[in-house]
């Protein structure tokens, strides 16, 4: 088995576990390159659809490219796309720092959208080698009733024998691309051929390496016009992923409040 | 594949994390900035810069200098990744330090060159093995604390060796470090340590053999669950061991029903006729058999143990003590099944490795071999021949209380290896002709539930479909098998016990037996599913007790109700509800003919479909959705 192979395999295998365990479940789609191999994953799990609704928290912030994408897929894909209009800026913490405020209307919108729809699982396309908070993350990670995530208290997790019970108005998180790279995902998205929004891939020196909403995310400096270009680029780089997320490099632990609280 | 998982395991402060922030410094796998980046924030806090800040970049971690969480790293060396799982050495993070744990290939082990081998040392070496890590590299520490003594790295890697040599953890190699100042970390051949010819820490993870999913070749998955496709019931689960392959004959455990694999699923779809260990699937049968989330599919030579009982090694996590009596449920593979502590048969000495004998109780973070029981008949596998199925979870509520492997199966009833082929093909024999399976149904439920009217008009219905069926119920038992019997509370465990034993024989012979009793205790029915193994059935006619009274079709509830009959379990309230019952049937809210043809889809499917595909007792009505 290959490494793609042995990583698909088991995200397959952990995205059936949410489904026959958990209801009712939702997935986040961000329309990144990550959360959009997930969701061709999920297709791969049930062979063909996908058995749940697909969530965009929008914060009507998004570039237009990444909204052309979005209804492309869900005619092409035929999916159950849910689009939560996230609460405005001035609802939340004013004692963040602004970017990181804008980002944090996304947990809001997630915390509505969750307690309208009672559900019980979020499945969300986050990877350990993103940021160091989410390196410690759980493939099956409980939440407090308000969402927020208990990082010092999180249960053993052994194996692949998941603890998957829910207990009464709370939710998990599911996160079935931990274990993935960024170069993984990309090989994966040029193997299997799957659709990516145009912006990833470089025009006049510039491209997106981290796709977030158009206020809090600044392109990177790339030649890289093909994901060949892109994964050898990954492999002889030394900035991180994120370096384009402003909201990362407000304060130290700007990201860590950010998680701790809820978000993705 | 190359990629190699390695946990960084140890007591507190031998020096993991500032290990793993010095081999990525060095390799050149950190992004430009972090190292000026941290000690920018040490100086800004006045504190020294550590390597460990690497790793520990949780605010809470920095204060208090210790890994409070599994937290993982991607290292990039020419000959193959790594992936670093930084594993907290504090005690009371144990949960935290197998959970970075069970997902490696490998372990870094480290030891304090002058602090020497602790108690948490041994700790961590006992659950390398308990987990499943095969292989370490042992790090001796902190040379520079004992400036470089040979004397001293020989003695802490003898006594390395002989801790891994019991507990079944192979060792590659034992490299003396300072990993401060980068001694022997990526290369090797420190000057100050020149006593020392074997690779450095880098070239020893190098060295490391590839990854072997699958140790035996046996097939094993595990079903996670059926999806409907084009009027097709498509089985989903993960190989987890073995080989999977269209016209294979498999067997589906616990029914221990033998069937050919149709076809293999894939989308995009394509022709696929085999698949290997470690490969997630989906694929169908060749007949309407039931199958179910929790079943094992396996070989039919090489099938999973059927027990209810079984020895196992755990590591206790629970805030409370393990002993027993204890009831928990446990996860394994993708079954979820009630078991119960027998007793507590050792907790491991950690001083010694030995096993100590102890008080029959295990406390948090010890480990200990238990004995557990379940009124199930489960589909086990021992950790020895295939670790894959044998791992499991215990759950206390929500709460996991152990992680462990299953040793030993003890109790192994009906139907396990030990069947003789011979018997096995009577009862083959038995089933073609009848165009069923012999079973015991057994109805359990409160007075007035309505178990004697469904019971008889199922009789009936199976009677008019050509099998052979019988209902056993107190009037027709206590007339003369149980004469001798009254009903005090051991005369009810016995009139139980034996209608367990004779529908047990009527099943033997290839009939349906119906059995009908209240059989208010759990420890009564399951001796009665001990008794028929596999071929039980446990059906609970359910409602609630003033619904019961109100029918009151014998006129008992009256009749207790004004004092004639003082152990009358309809008003006493000692039912006690099924926890595991193959099928409910809530008369409260459905009609007799309702109720009636729920369990004749049930036994369409489980006793009927296995031997006669296609039959049915029902007018075919469309079959429930398989997902939530």
């Known amino acids: 088995m290959t490494l793609l192979d042995e990583l698909e395999a088991r995200s397959i295998s952990i995205i059936r576990e949410a489904y026959f365990r958990i209801a009712p479940l939702g997935m986040l789609w961000s329309m990144g390159k990550d959360s959009t191999a997930l969701l061709w994953l999920v297709r791969k799990a049930f062979l063909g659809s996908v058995p749940f609704p697909v969530i965009l928290l929008d914060t009507e912030m998004e570039l237009p490219e990444v909204y052309a994408f979005r209804d492309q897929l869900e005619r092409d894909w035929n999916l159950d796309v849910r689009n939560e209009l996230c609460p405005p800026e001035s609802s939340i913490d004013a004692t963040l720092a602004p970017a ?34 989410r390196a410690k993350e759980r493939v099956f990670s409980p939440r407090l009733p308000d969402g927020a995530w208990d990082v010092k208290h999180q249960p053993a997790e052994l194996w692949d024998v998941y603890h998957t019970d829910v207990a009464d108005g709370q939710h998990v998180r599911i996160h079935p691309l931990l274990d993935w790279t960024e170069v993984d995902v990309w090989r994966y998205t040029q193997r299997e051929e799957i659709p990516i929004v145009p912006l990833y891939l470089a025009r006049d020196g510039k491209r997106y390496r981290s796709l977030g909403e158009k206020n809090i995310t600044v392109p990177i400096d790339s030649k890289a016009a093909s994901i060949e270009e892109i994964i050898a680029e990954l492999e002889t780089t030394r900035q991180p992923e994120r370096a384009g997320r402003l909201m990362d490099h407000e304060s130290e632990d700007a990201f860590e409040r950010l998680r701790t609280g809820g978000y993705m | 594949m190359n990629q190699l998982r390695v946990v960084a395991v140890g007591h507190v402060d031998h020096g993991k994390s500032t290990l793993i922030g010095r081999l990525l410094h060095e390799t050149g796998n950190l992004p430009d900035g972090k190292v000026a980046e941290l ?66 290939d490998a372990a870094l082990l480290l030891v304090d060159a002058l602090e020497g081998v602790s108690e948490q040392t041994r700790r961590h070496a006992l659950l390398l093995e308990l987990i499943g890590v095969p292989r370490a590299v042992v790090v001796i520490n ?58 450095s820490v880098l070239e020893a993870l190098i060295a490391l053999p590839e990854r072997a999913r699958g140790a035996s070749d046996a097939l094993r998955i595990a079903v996670q669950g059926i999806v409907r496709h084009d009027l097709q019931r498509i089985i989903l689960g993960r190989i987890e061991s073995g080989e999977l392959a269209t016209g294979r004959e498999v067997l589906i455990s616990p029914a221990r029903r033998s069937a050919r694999v149709a076809s293999l699923e894939v989308w995009p779809p394509r022709e696929k006729v085999t698949a290997r260990a ?51 449920r446990m996860r394994f593979g993708t079954r ?38 379940s009124a199930q008949t489960l ?94 119920d107190g009037d027709n038992v206590r007339a003369g098998l149980n004469k001798d019997l009254g009903f005090s509370p051991e005369d009810r465990h016995e009139n139980i016990r034996r209608v367990g034993e004779l529908a047990a024989l009527f099943a033997d012979s290839g009939t349906i037996a119906i059995a009908s009793f209240i059989s208010p205790y759990r420890s009564d029915r399951a001796t009665a599913r001990r008794a028929a193994g596999a071929a039980f059935h446990e059906i609970y006619i359910k409602a609630d007790a003033a619904t019961c009274e109100a029918r009151d079709p014998k006129g008992h509830y009256a009749k207790a109700r004004a004092g004639a009959l003082p152990s009358f379990t309809g008003i006493t309230g000692d039912y006690e509800e099924p926890q595991n019952a193959e099928l409910v049937v809530d008369t409260s809210v459905l009609s007799v003919e309702d109720a009636v043809d729920t369990v004749l889809a049930y036994i369409d499917e489980r006793i009927l479909a296995p031997v006669r595909p296609g039959g049915s007792l029902l007018a075919r009505t469309p079959l429930e959705a398989d997902s939530p």
């Open chain 1, 100 to 133: 990181t405020r804008a980002a944090a209307r996304k947990t809001a919108g997630l915390r509505e959208l969750i307690a309208r729809e009672q559900l019980r699982g979020v499945i969300v396309g986050i990877r350990r080698d993103e940021q160091s908070m």
């Open chain 2, 39 to 104: 000690r920018t924030i040490a100086e800004r806090r006045g504190v020294p810069f550590e390597w460990s800040f690497v790793l520990d970049a949780m605010q809470s971690e920095r204060d208090q200098a210790v890994t409070i969480d599994t937290t993982r790293i991607w290292m990039r060396t020419p000959e193959r990744e790594i992936v670093l799982i930084d594993a907290p050495g504090h005690k009371e993070f144990l949960r935290n330090m197998v959970t970075g744990a069970s997902d490696a």
């Open chain 2, 142 to 199: 902190k040379m520079d604390r004992v400036d470089y003594d040979v004397h001293r790295y020989t003695a802490i890697r003898a006594e390395m060796e002989a801790l891994l040599q019991r507990t079944g953890v192979a060792a590659t190699a034992f490299v003396p470090t300072d990993a401060r100042e980068g001694e022997n970390v990526v290369a090797a051949g420190s000057p100050r340590m020149a006593f020392y010819e074997g690779p």
């Open chain 2, 278 to 328: 470690g490969e997630s699937i989906g694929f169908t049968l060749d007949g309407p058999y039931f199958v179910d989330r929790g079943d094992v599919i396996s070989d039919t030579g090489h099938a999973p143990t059927l027990a209810t009982s079984f020895r196992a090694r755990l590591l206790w996590l629970g805030a409370g003590t393990l002993e027993a009596g204890g009831s928990y």
């Open chain 2, 336 to 373: 979820t099944a009630t078991v119960e502590v027998a007793m507590v048969e050792r907790v491991i000495d950690i001083e010694s490795l030995g096993k100590g004998d102890g008080d029959g109780i295990a406390r948090t973070n010890d480990v200990a071999e238990a004995v557990f029981t």
């Open chain 2, 379 to 472: 589909p086990l596998d021992v950790v020895g021949d295939h670790p894959g199925l044998a791992r499991f979870i215990l759950l206390d509520g929500l709460d996991i209380v152990a992680g462990g492997t299953i040793l030993a199966t003890l109790n192994t009833g009906s139907a396990g290896d030990l069947v003789p082929v011979g018997h096995l093909l009577d009862a083959r024999a038995r089933a073609r002709r009848n165009g069923h399976l012999g079973a015991v149904v057994w109805f359990t439920g409160l007075p007035g539930a309505g178990k004697s009217t469904i019971a008889m008009e199922v009789e009936r219905r199976l009677f008019e479909g050509g099998c052979h069926a019988y209902v056993l």
